[in-house]
């Protein structure tokens, strides 16, 4: 009997700490998902963001030589042959951002301000048939008919925007974030047409234009996790501008001390612009900071900027000069790539 009485004290006494054994074991078998936080949601940061920009620009009307590539019937003639347009290169660009995300309340602030400068050079030269021209789509004014036609043209595009977003998190494997915010742009082209009749004798047709203005933005992004640290990226979003826009249009020529043609307009007008972004990207979070590795397509267009003014002729200067207007949308677009670091 005491024997037994014995054994029942000793497992008595041992009962708590068999009990904690278990707890600790289950506490230690607990199992975390991979996915349980990609996105470090509840972690206050602050984000770097540098972009690498590959870009080219793409419009409309900057037509100026028309090459024939076949004779021309007697009698009155219209445009024959190929038209050639200005054209833009590939040239690089940077996008540089600075953000700060409130965990608690999932707002996040950027301010971000992006830069490029694209430039393009063409040349056209007479064809070899006797009875085939060059012709320029800009008056010639020459005496002689045209040998060879130049077009340098450059675009400067600036932009800055001070974005809020709101993060939201549906699912482990989606992050949202719906954007509004304010921005201001700076954008100028410079186009330069050369006719030449013989090596020293040209006329030289130059367009600018230049858009100075601000405006608000809005839109969404998006990252969906796919697995093993990859994600699908993407962003839309639409701004809507107000601002200064002037237009200048010159003409000169080598053997005359001023100018044919020089006119100038200026207004306040509203712009348009639509941004889209798409590609893949690789997220991965440390101990101390996350990494983000993006390399997409951007596609941003501006409506009601690009115009090109011509005008009709007179010999005499008090007759009326008619305005040409040719108006298209300007399109740049491109490789993107982006390193963000949280802090």
Same mark, same amino acid.
């Given at each position: 009997m005491r024997?037994?009485?014995?054994?029942?004290?000793? @497992?008595?006494?041992?009962?708590?700490?068999?009990? @904690?054994?278990?707890?600790?074991? /289950?506490?230690?078998?607990?199992?975390?998902?991979?996915?349980?936080?990609?996105?470090n949601k509840n972690q206050e940061v602050i984000s770097t963001h540098a972009e690498f920009l590959y870009w080219t620009v793409q419009e409309g009307t900057i037509d100026y030589a028309q090459k024939m590539n076949r004779p021309a019937p007697s009698g009155v003639t219209y445009a024959i042959g190929d038209v050639h347009s200005a054209s833009y290169q590939l040239n690089p660009g940077v996008r540089v951002a600075l953000s700060y995300f409130n965990a608690p309340k999932y707002w996040e602030v950027r301010a971000q301000y992006t830069h490029l400068v694209s430039k393009g050079k063409d040349r056209?030269?007479?064809?070899?048939?006797?009875? &085939?021209?060059?012709?320029?789509?800009?008056?010639? =004014?020459?005496?002689?008919?045209?040998?060879?036609?130049? @077009?340098? *043209?450059? #675009?400067?595009?600036?932009?800055?925007?001070?974005?809020?977003?709101?993060?939201f998190i549906? +699912?482990?494997?989606?992050?949202?974030?719906? *954007?509004?915010?304010?921005?201001?742009? %700076? *954008?100028?082209?410079?186009? /330069?047409?050369?006719?030449?009749?013989?090596? /020293?004798?040209?006329?030289?047709?130059?367009?600018?234009?230049?858009?100075s203005a601000g405006g608000v933005r809005f839109g969404v992004s998006g990252d969906w996790f796919w697995g093993k640290d990859f994600y699908l990226t993407g962003l839309t979003s639409m701004g809507i501008y107000m601002g200064s826009y002037n237009n200048r249009s010159k003409q000169t020529m080598s053997t005359l001390s001023r100018p044919v043609r020089d006119s100038n307009f200026s207004d306040t007008?509203?712009?348009? @612009?639509?941004? #889209? =972004?798409?590609?893949?990207?690789?997220?991965?979070? #440390? +101990?101390?900071?996350? =990494? &983000?590795? #993006?390399?997409?397509? &951007?596609?941003?267009? %501006?409506?009601?900027l690009q115009e090109i003014r011509r005008s009709s002729s007179d010999v005499e200067p008090s007759l009326a000069k008619e305005t040409w207007l040719a108006s298209g949308a300007v399109a740049l677009h491109g490789l993107t790539t982006r390193l963000t670091v949280d802090f």
């Open positions: 024997l037994q009485n014995s054994a029942l004290i000793l @497992s008595l006494a041992f009962m708590p700490f068999a009990a @904690s054994a278990a707890v600790k074991e /289950k506490v230690t078998n607990t199992y975390v998902p991979y996915d349980a936080d990609l996105y056209v030269e007479k064809p070899s048939a006797s009875d &085939e021209y060059l012709t320029g789509t800009w008056p010639q =004014i020459l005496t002689n008919q045209l040998i060879h036609a130049h @077009s340098a *043209i450059e #675009f400067n595009y600036n932009l800055f925007d001070l974005i809020v977003d709101r993060m549906p +699912n482990p494997h989606l992050r949202l974030r719906m *954007i509004a915010g304010i921005g201001a742009a %700076w *954008i100028r082209q410079d186009w /330069k047409i050369h006719y030449f009749d013989q090596p /020293k004798q040209n006329t030289t047709i130059r367009n600018r234009w230049d858009y007008r509203p712009a348009y @612009s639509a941004q #889209f =972004i798409i590609g893949p990207s690789w997220q991965k979070n #440390f +101990n101390c900071h996350r =990494i &983000e590795i #993006f390399a997409g397509y &951007e596609l941003s267009t %501006w409506f009601n």
